[in-house]
Protein backbone atom coordinates (compact mmCIF):
# COMPACT_ATOMS: atom_id res chain seq x y z
CA UNK A 1 0.00 0.00 0.00
CA UNK A 2 1.52 3.59 -0.99
CA UNK A 3 1.83 5.94 1.92
CA UNK A 4 2.01 8.86 -0.44
CA UNK A 5 1.59 9.62 -3.98
CA UNK A 6 3.40 11.72 -6.39
CA UNK A 7 1.16 13.39 -9.59
CA UNK A 8 3.47 13.76 -12.42
CA UNK A 9 2.49 15.29 -15.61
CA UNK A 10 3.83 15.27 -18.88
CA UNK A 11 5.43 18.55 -18.59
CA UNK A 12 6.92 17.64 -15.53
CA UNK A 13 8.34 14.45 -16.72
CA UNK A 14 10.01 16.51 -19.86
CA UNK A 15 11.75 19.34 -16.98
CA UNK A 16 13.26 15.99 -15.52
CA UNK A 17 14.52 14.41 -18.44
CA UNK A 18 15.78 17.92 -19.03
CA UNK A 19 17.69 18.25 -15.93
CA UNK A 20 18.59 14.66 -16.02
CA UNK A 21 21.39 13.02 -14.10
CA UNK A 22 23.15 16.05 -13.14
CA UNK A 23 21.23 16.74 -9.84
CA UNK A 24 19.92 14.22 -7.24
CA UNK A 25 16.60 15.18 -7.03
CA UNK A 26 16.07 14.89 -10.74
CA UNK A 27 17.78 11.59 -11.04
CA UNK A 28 15.63 10.09 -8.12
CA UNK A 29 12.70 11.36 -10.34
CA UNK A 30 13.78 9.88 -13.32
CA UNK A 31 11.81 6.76 -13.05
CA UNK A 32 9.16 7.67 -12.43
CA UNK A 33 5.87 8.33 -15.18
CA UNK A 34 3.53 10.33 -16.24
CA UNK A 35 0.11 10.43 -13.87
CA UNK A 36 0.14 8.85 -10.11
CA UNK A 37 3.24 7.77 -8.72
CA UNK A 38 2.49 5.55 -5.67
CA UNK A 39 5.43 5.60 -2.78
CA UNK A 40 5.74 3.79 -0.31
CA UNK A 41 6.90 5.01 3.21
CA UNK A 42 10.55 4.21 1.99
CA UNK A 43 10.49 5.39 -1.19
CA UNK A 44 9.73 8.50 0.34
CA UNK A 45 12.30 9.06 2.67
CA UNK A 46 14.54 8.20 -0.15
CA UNK A 47 13.42 11.10 -1.96
CA UNK A 48 13.89 13.40 0.76
CA UNK A 49 17.44 12.53 0.85
CA UNK A 50 17.89 13.24 -2.64
CA UNK A 51 16.54 16.14 -2.45
CA UNK A 52 18.81 17.31 0.68
CA UNK A 53 21.28 15.94 -0.78
CA UNK A 54 21.63 18.63 -3.03
CA UNK A 55 21.84 21.50 -0.60
CA UNK A 56 24.80 20.16 0.67
CA UNK A 57 26.90 23.54 0.56
CA UNK A 58 24.52 25.63 1.32
CA UNK A 59 22.59 25.50 -2.01
CA UNK A 60 18.79 25.95 -2.62
CA UNK A 61 16.07 22.81 -3.12
CA UNK A 62 16.18 21.54 -6.66
CA UNK A 63 18.51 23.21 -8.99
CA UNK A 64 17.90 23.90 -12.62
CA UNK A 65 14.23 24.33 -11.61
CA UNK A 66 12.19 26.94 -10.76
CA UNK A 67 10.72 27.10 -7.24
CA UNK A 68 7.53 29.14 -8.77
CA UNK A 69 6.69 26.29 -10.98
CA UNK A 70 4.40 23.35 -10.59
CA UNK A 71 6.68 21.04 -10.16
CA UNK A 72 8.11 22.63 -7.28
CA UNK A 73 5.36 23.29 -5.71
CA UNK A 74 4.69 19.35 -5.64
CA UNK A 75 7.88 18.95 -4.66
CA UNK A 76 7.99 20.84 -1.46
CA UNK A 77 4.36 19.56 -0.96
CA UNK A 78 5.49 15.91 -0.70
CA UNK A 79 8.86 16.91 1.63
CA UNK A 80 5.99 18.24 3.60
CA UNK A 81 3.91 15.33 4.18
CA UNK A 82 6.63 13.25 5.12
CA UNK A 83 6.33 11.97 8.14
Do not use: C
Not at 26 to 41: F, H, I, K, T, Y
Request: aromatic residues 10%.
Amino acid sequence: MAAYTLALTSEDIDTIGFVGGRYAWSEALGSMGEGDNPLAEHEAWALQEAFEADTEGGHSFFPMLSHESELAGKLFALMESIV
